[in-house]
Structure formats: structure tokens, C-alpha cells
């Protein structure tokens, strides 16, 4: 998650812990794939190598990487208010871009074998505002965001943007770019006033949600460059990139047409949002979400105190929308959830209080995994950073310190495992192994007593098996995998549990 995030969190309601024992879908996500994202270091390469950076998260069992597309970065003068003469925003090839980061890191994706999302964030170049003028904007007490631009960014020279990078790195673009981005997400996190300005207007017939309506516009732009200029990714446009905190589910339902409670806007309302006329289908590709809890901290047991935020254990939330939405023909039936961005800051590097203990931390990586893994609607999981940034006031969910020393979740990452208590004498133990390129045999030891288990992976590196015998509750257990390369590999030890499934309202 972007820096700062943090500091706006810290002005919503608070959270407490609750468990909870809701039974499990009958069907899990066998097909989940596994997204890892960190712009520091795979993109720019800031404080580690990049090439190393890029290769150990493909040796950690990632599918996919996520890459945020900033507008402001490979476009020319983006700090004046006035487009360069000439410039082609909608030609690659416009003298005056820039796309070296991208090229490098896309050859970096293909040299290891790994997908790419592209989603595109801001900052905005002034000139592609429709307010030039207003840029740059103070975002209050965001001292660092002083030169930035998030005002009313242009949906039509927005689209024309997309269109110049479908061109280059799209399924259909020429070699050597091309045919390695699997995913696109039209603007990242629009809830959020540091990502998209201005974001609510009051009125004497209630509040506008201006976020939402110009979301709705950009992701059109978006959706038809894309469908335009890499037509066999079209159904893979995803909508959404909220993130948890500050109102998802208000600016997700105001981009689709729909108030607070999901009925579509009526009367003066709905002129004010846009939304006169025959409302468009929006033809998304899934829904992808940011599911962190306030501070990303906590765990799959911790309850938002909104019901208009989507942390991890409220998803179920985000299939009441899915399917309100589709209800209403907002957006096709049957659509899948994307976590796209999610993780837990630690402590250290974090001061007490703002962070998982290490283990602590290992532990909740995995918890959420069985989460999502149970719900067979998740089609991708994440893991956001590699390595931590150090500065408190950032997100520090990596899996390595700022300094490269590995966090126990390192391994953790690797090898998921959870043990649930299902009775004092009985219960489940569920992993993967995941780097495994197809069905791998491991062995589960209980620690300090033989082995308990050689399970078969499916071809995902799943697996899961109930024990029962006398104070199986009591068992500390540890998943032990070679690798092909004769690498011996441990997950961290795991006692029972409480059942992991979604807080319902």
C-alpha cells in the first residue's frame, strides 16, 4: 500500500478482535493465483537489486507481479499545465516518453517466468487535469504529496494514455515488450483523497460521491482503449482497487450507478452522479481489493468497526455487491475477487504497537491464506513488499527487513501452514507449497515426534488433511519440502487454531 495510508487510517474508527466459527465453503479456490508486488525494489531497484529481487520472488512461488503505472513518470513536462506541442499521449513512440522502467521490468517478469499486472496509479501530469490550474493541490497534512497531482484527472486523455501503453506491453504489442501483462486495473485505490481529488461534494440533496463518478469514466476510457488495443485481454480489466479503510463499498456502488444501499440513484441524485439515461454495463474482469485491516495489522479474526469497509474478514461483503451489482446489470453475473495488494506490518521495524511481532506476523500471512484460500470466488492472493522500507510513517509489511535480514515469514510465505482446531482430539492441517511447479510430495513432522503426514500437493501445491488422535489440539507441527534442486525447505511451526472464516455482519 502507498505511504500514508497509514496516517489516514489512523482517523477511522478502531477495530477489535473477535473471534469467530462460521463454517467454510463447501468449495475452496484451488486455482488461486499468487501476486507479489514491491516498486521499490523490482521496479526501480531503490535500496536492493532488482534482477535479485525480481528472481527471489519467483523462488518464493509467485505467479505474478504487480506494477503500478504512474502517468507522471514517462510522460514529458509533467509538471507544466500545458501538454508538450506535438505530443502524442495515445503513440508510444511520441517523442517525449519514457517507458525504460517498464521495459526493464517487464524483461525482468519474462526472464523469470512471471505474469504481470499492470495498474495505474497517479501521480498525474498538470496538463492531464481538467483543472490545470489547480495543480499542484494541497492534500491536507500529506506534506511529501506538495508537488503532486490528483485533480480531476481527464478520463479522455487518461484513455488515450492506456492506449499508448496497451500499445507497447498489451497480449498483441510486438516483441520484445509485448504479451507479458495479463492484468490491467484502471487507476489504483480511488477511494483514497492522496489517489483521486476531490472526493465528496455536499449539496442540498444529499452528498455527491465525485470519486465514484470519475472512476466510472476513467475505467470506461480505460477499458476501451484496452479492448481497442489489446482485444484478447479485454476480460481482464479489473475494477475496483479499493483499498479497505475510508469507504470502498460507497465509491465502488456511486462508479456503478448505485446509492449507499446498493439501489440505483433516483431523481436529482441521479443527474448529479452522472447517471442519467440507460446506465452502461461496465464489462469488468473482477473485482480486486486491498483487504488490509486498519494499520494492516491484526488478524483474520479482527472486526472493522464500519460496515462500509472491506478488511479480510469482511469479504463477504464484497459478494453482497458482486452480486447486487449484477442484479442490476451493473456489471456481468459471476465475477471474481482479486487480492491485488495485502500484507502485515511487523514490529520491528515498526515502534510497539504499530506492528505484528515477527512470528506474530508469519503466523497472520498464513492465517489469511486459509482465508481466501476457502472462498472460491478469490482468484489471486498478495503479498505487498519484499522488503520493508524501515520509515515508520510507510507501510513495512515485507517479508525481509529494510536491511535484507530474512523475517520469519519468509519461510512462511513459502510454505503456508495452519492447523485448526476442529475438537480436542481432532484437526485439519492445511498448506501449500508454493513453489511447486506441479503435485510435490512434502512431509509434515510434529515437532519432536516423528512425522505425522506425507501429503500429496495438487497441482497448486494444496494440501489438507484432518488428524485425529488423543490431544491432537496440542500438537506443534512443521512442514518439511525439497525442492527439485535437493533444497531443504521448513515452514514455520504451527499449533491449532480457532476455525478461520468470514465475519458476518
Request: hydrophobic fraction near 40%; charged fraction near 25%; charge should be positive.
Amino acid at each position: 500500500m502507498s505511504r500514508l495510508v497509514l496516517l489516514l487510517s489512523a482517523v477511522l474508527s478502531s477495530v477489535a478482535a473477535l473471534a469467530f466459527v462460521a463454517p467454510e465453503r463447501a468449495a475452496a479456490g484451488p486455482n488461486q493465483i499468487s501476486v507479489f508486488q514491491d516498486d521499490a525494489n523490482f521496479v526501480v531497484g531503490s535500496t536492493h537489486d532488482a534482477d535479485e529481487a525480481v528472481a527471489e520472488a519467483k523462488a518464493l512461488g509467485a505467479d505474478a507481479i504487480r506494477v503500478f503505472v504512474v502517468w507522471s513518470a514517462v510522460s514529458p513536462d509533467a509538471r507544466e499545465r500545458t501538454r508538450p506541442a506535438g505530443f502524442d499521449i495515445a503513440d508510444p513512440s511520441s517523442p517525449g516518453y519514457d517507458w525504460s522502467r517498464y521495459d526493464t521490468v517487464i524483461d525482468r517478469a519474462k526472464r523469470n517466468g512471471l505474469r504481470v499486472f499492470f495498474a495505474f496509479t497517479p501521480e498525474i501530469p498538470y496538463w492531464a487535469s481538467e483543472q490545470p490550474g489547480r495543480c499542484p493541490h494541497r492534500i491536507g497534512g500529506y506534506d511529501h504529496l506538495s508537488e503532486s497531482c490528483m485533480w480531476k484527472p481527464s478520463p479522455r486523455l487518461f484513455g488515450e494514455f492506456v492506449a499508448a501503453v496497451a500499445k507497447r506491453y498489451g497480449r498483441s504489442a510486438p516483441a520484445p515488450y509485448g504479451g507479458q501483462v495479463d492484468y490491467w486495473s484502471p487507476w489504483n485505490e480511488p477511494n483514497l483523497e492522496h489517489y483521486l481529488w476531490p472526493q465528496l461534494q455536499k449539496t442540498r440533496w444529499g452528498t455527491v460521491d465525485l470519486a465514484g463518478a470519475r472512476y466510472r469514466k476513467l475505467w470506461l476510457a480505460a477499458y476501451n482503449s484496452i479492448a481497442r488495443h489489446d482485444p484478447r485481454n479485454r476480460g481482464r480489466v479489473l475494477f475496483g482497487e479499493t483499498a479497505a479503510i475510508s469507504s470502498p463499498l460507497d465509491t465502488l456502488h456511486a462508479a456503478l450507478c448505485l446509492d449507499e444501499r446498493g439501489q440505483p440513484f433516483k431523481g436529482r441524485m441521479r443527474r448529479l452522479q452522472g447517471c442519467t439515461g440507460k446506465v452502461r454495463r461496465l464489462p469488468i474482469g473482477g473485482l480486486a481489493l486491498h483487504p488490509y485491516n486498519n494499520y494492516a495489522i491484526g488478524s483474520v479474526f479482527t472486526r472493522a468497526a464500519t460496515k462500509d469497509s472491506l478488511p479480510m474478514a469482511h469479504l463477504h461483503r464484497a459478494h453482497t455487491f458482486l452480486r447486487t451489482a449484477a442484479r442490476y446489470k451493473r456489471i456481468p453475473p459471476r465475477r471474481g475477487i482479486f487480492v491485488t495488494e495485502f500484507g502485515f506490518q511487523s514490529s520491528p521495524p515498526n515502534p510497539f504497537g504499530d506492528g505484528l511481532s515477527l512470528t506474530r506476523q508469519a503466523a497472520a500471512i498464513n492465517e489469511a491464506d486459509r482465508l481466501f484460500w476457502g472462498d472460491r470466488q478469490i482468484r489471486s492472493v498478495a503479498q505487498y513488499e519484499l522488503f520493508d522500507v524501515g520509515n515508520p510513517d510507510e507501510f513495512n509489511t515485507g517479508l525481509r527487513l529494510a536491511d535484507g535480514e530474512a523475517k520469519p515469514s519468509l519461510a512462511a510465505y513459502r510454505l503456508p501452514l495452519v492447523v485448526t482446531r476442529l475438537a480436542a482430539n481432532r484437526v485439519e492441517v492445511w498448506g501449500q507449497v508454493r513453489p511447486a511447479k506441479r503435485r510435490a510430495r512434502l512431509r509434515v513432522d510434529v515437532v519432536g515426534g516423528g512425522v505425522l503426514r506425507r501429503p500429496l500437493t495438487t497441482a497448486r501445491g494444496f494440501y489438507r488433511f484432518n488428524v485425529t488422535r488423543a490431544n491432537a489440539a496440542r500438537l506443534r507441527v512443521r512442514a518439511v519440502w525439497t525442492d527439485p534442486d535437493g533444497v531443504v525447505h521448513r515452514s514455520r511451526v504451527a499449533k491449532a487454531g480457532k476455525p478461520i472464516a468470514y465475519r458476518e455482519d
